[in-house]
């Protein structure tokens, strides 16, 4: 499965570029990209294990950068 999610207050390209690798680190995670510019992620993982991953996805967003959410 493969979904955008919109970010809401993303501040900074560094950070987008840090929670785009680590969330690559998440396992089932098989493609991710964060775009600081279209403030996006675009991210891909098994449906049967989709929504743990994201879950772990936005607690790494929140990690990162607190002040940003994740518009599921």
Same mark, same amino acid.
């Given at each position: $499965? #493969? #979904?955008?999610? &919109? *970010? &809401?207050? *993303?501040?900074?390209?560094?950070?987008?570029?840090? $929670?785009? &690798?680590?969330?690559?680190?998440?396992d089932g995670v098989k493609n991710v990209s964060v775009n600081f510019l279209a403030q996006k992620m675009l991210l891909e993982a098994d449906d049967d294990v989709f929504d743990k991953v994201l879950k772990e996805a936005v607690a790494t967003i929140k990690k990162v950068e607190p002040d940003c959410t994740v518009i599921l």
């Open positions: $499965m #493969k #979904k955008s999610f &919109e *970010l &809401e207050d *993303l501040d900074c390209a560094h950070c987008a570029q840090k $929670m785009q &690798e680590a969330i690559a680190k998440i």
